[in-house]
């Protein structure tokens, strides 16, 4: 076992509770979904039955039925202590949560002692089908791209390490290999997700658009970016409304999310130019070609990365923490990241050592929003470390 998950001890915990729910495993590829899993099921009294759709021919509605009807088997003979049936890329299988939710329901009513850990890579389109047949079955997990904290505990990485080669676990091995670390990420990461979690699960008319998009915004990661302005930048672009799509998709993916700007109006939020937020220093730093000593070199390229990685740490882990990450510009004048929680509001601004074109904006914000506090990351205010290591929730207390 190279490493313990860092929730391995919560999924245990859920999958031996007396209530039984139907657990989801969502997030984005090489965050350490099945190697929890397993680590979990290696632990357990319990029979257990595991099977993945990923392999192609398998992701039939008859294949689900009978992964299900070898677990409903498991657990029949297994008595009081049932059994467990873990299935991997559900979302890989049409018409999936109708057909587990009939599964499921057939069980409840007789009473099989079954439990189901269900695992997705598209976390969109998992989301959308345990919304459409599942609700009130089910108890999400998600996982995201690892902290600072989680990498260190499990790899002895340090600051510098995590925001160059970033959050991805199964990568961390590689890192004593630069060019290594480099083409596993281009290929086994970015690419895998790109074409299987994206291409193969939505239609696009446009893929090469997508590949060049992403391309685009790992490039100006920590950036204001106006959609037209990437139309001017982007090869048979076609309008923005096709970037925006593109742009849901690839934050969907995990890979790259564009914030919207802090506004009293959710339409004006949905039109503003993104702030695009690689959601993994790692894709900045893979797509870039350039090695570490060159993005340590370069003040404005390395602010970026901190900049990136202080984004990413917001985005990953807001929505389990019920918060919403925006960023605010009024003219030249520009706050890094806002940060809402139910009513409070925080306003960051990051010390990243990156010469700005736009003046500081933060005494605008906070006049204008009255209830919102200011928090400095870095420079004469909270180390980079100290707020890449402490959950989200702490700063609002």
Do not use: W
């Given at each position: 076992?190279?490493?313990?998950?860092?929730?391995?001890?919560?999924?245990?915990?859920?999958?031996?509770?007396?209530?039984?729910?139907?657990?989801?495993?969502?997030?984005?590829?090489?965050?350490?979904?099945?190697?929890?899993?397993?680590?979990?099921?290696?632990?357990?009294?319990?029979?257990?039955?595991?099977?993945?759709?990923?392999?192609?021919?398998?992701?039939?509605?008859a294949w689900l039925e009978t992964q299900w009807q070898i677990g409903r088997t498991a657990a029949q003979h297994a008595g009081a202590t049932g059994a467990l049936l873990v299935l991997d890329e559900i979302q890989k299988v049409p018409l999936w949560s109708s057909t587990v939710k009939r599964l499921w329901d057939e069980d409840t009513r007789r009473k099989v002692p079954l439990r189901v850990l269900l695992l997705g890579s598209s976390p969109l389109l998992v989301q959308r089908g345990l919304t459409e047949s599942l609700a009130g079955r089910f108890e999400v997990m998600r996982l995201t791209h690892w902290?600072?904290?989680?990498?260190?505990?499990?790899?002895?990485?340090?600051?510098?390490?995590?925001?160059?080669f970033g959050g991805y676990p199964g990568a961390a091995a590689l890192v004593a290999d630069p060019a290594r670390w480099t083409r596993y990420v281009l290929d086994s990461l970015i690419e895998t997700a790109v074409s299987k979690d994206i291409l193969l699960m939505t239609r696009i008319d446009k893929p090469a658009l997508l590949r060049q998009m992403?391309?685009?915004?790992?490039?100006?990661?920590?950036?204001?970016?106006?959609?037209?302005?990437?139309?001017?930048?982007?090869?048979?672009?076609?309008?923005?409304?096709?970037?925006?799509?593109?742009?849901?998709?690839?934050?969907?993916?995990?890979?790259l999310t564009g914030l919207q700007r802090w506004s009293g109006s959710a339409v004006r939020q949905r039109a503003s130019s993104p702030k695009l937020v690689a959601r993994n220093t790692a894709l900045m730093t893979a797509t870039s070609g350039a090695s570490e000593a060159e993005w340590h070199a370069d003040p404005s390229r390395w602010g970026r990365v901190v900049e990136s990685a202080i984004g990413a740490h917001l985005v990953n882990h807001a929505e389990d923490a019920n918060m919403e990450v925006y960023y605010w510009r009024?003219?030249?004048r520009e706050v890094d990241f806002v940060l809402r929680h139910g009513r409070k509001v925080l306003a960051l601004e990051v010390k990243s050592g990156r010469p700005r074109d736009r003046r500081s904006g933060l005494q605008a914000f906070l006049d204008a929003n009255r209830s919102a506090r200011p928090l400095l990351v870095g420079g004469d205010g909270i180390p980079i470390e100290q707020f890449l290591r402490a959950p989200l929730g702490h700063w609002f207390e």
């Open positions: 076992m190279p490493y313990l998950h860092p929730k391995a001890a919560t999924l245990a915990q859920r999958l031996t509770e007396p209530r039984r729910f139907i657990q989801v495993l969502l997030g984005p590829r090489q965050v350490g979904k099945t190697t929890l899993a397993g680590q979990v099921t290696a632990q357990l009294a319990a029979p257990v039955h595991a099977a993945s759709a990923d392999d192609p021919g398998l992701e039939t509605r902290t600072l904290s989680e990498m260190s505990a499990a790899f002895g990485f340090d600051l510098e390490q995590y925001l160059y992403f391309r685009l915004g790992c490039e100006y990661s920590g950036q204001i970016l106006s959609l037209n302005k990437m139309l001017g930048q982007l090869d048979d672009a076609g309008n923005v409304t096709t970037l925006a799509h593109y742009l849901d998709l690839l934050n969907g993916a995990g890979l009024d003219a030249n």
